[in-house]
Nanobody
Framework: QVQLVESGGGLVQAGGSLRLSCTAPRTIFSVFIDFTMEWYRQSPGKQRELVTSTVSSGSTNYADSVKGRFTVSRDNSKKRVYLHMNSLNPEDTAVYYC?????????WGQGTQVTVSS
C-alpha cells in the first residue's frame, strides 16, 4: 500500500487561492513515476468526484468545473504533486483527496479540508 501525505487545506475567502500538496514519502522514485496521480474531492452529501488526473509526464486532465482555475504540477524527483487552486468559490468547499493509481489499484491519502467562505 502506498502512503500518501497531504497538506495545504484550510479556510479561504471566495476569490482566494490555496495550494495542496501530496507526497509519497515511502515510495521509491522508479515506482512513483508509474503512478497516475489524481485529486478527488467530496462535499457533504455528494459523491466523491475526480478533479484532476496527472500522468508521469505531467500531462493533466481537469474536470470541467475547475478548468482554468486549478493547475497541477508534478515533481517526480520529490515524489510530490501540487494542486494549485485559484479563484476559489464556495462550491469548491470539500475534503480533497490525493490518490495514486497503477495497474487498477488506487491508494488514497487521508484527505484535507478546503473551506471557501462567501
Amino acid at each position: 500500500q502506498v502512503q500518501l501525505v497531504e497538506s495545504g487545506g484550510g479556510l479561504v475567502q471566495a476569490g482566494g487561492s490555496l495550494r495542496l500538496s501530496c507526497t509519497a514519502p515511502r515510495t521509491i522514485f522508479s515506482v512513483f513515476i508509474d503512478f497516475t496521480m489524481e485529486w478527488y474531492r467530496q462535499s457533504p452529501g455528494k459523491q466523491r468526484e475526480l478533479v484532476t488526473s496527472t500522468v508521469s509526464s505531467g500531462s493533466t486532465n481537469y474536470a470541467d468545473s475547475v478548468k482554468g482555475r486549478f493547475t497541477v504540477s508534478r515533481d517526480n524527483s520529490k515524489k510530490r504533486v501540487y494542486l494549485h487552486m485559484n479563484s476559489l468559490n464556495p462550491e469548491d468547499t470539500a475534503v480533497y483527496y490525493c490518490a495514486a493509481a497503477r495497474g487498477g489499484i488506487r491508494d488514497w491519502g487521508q484527505g484535507t479540508q478546503v473551506t471557501v467562505s462567501s
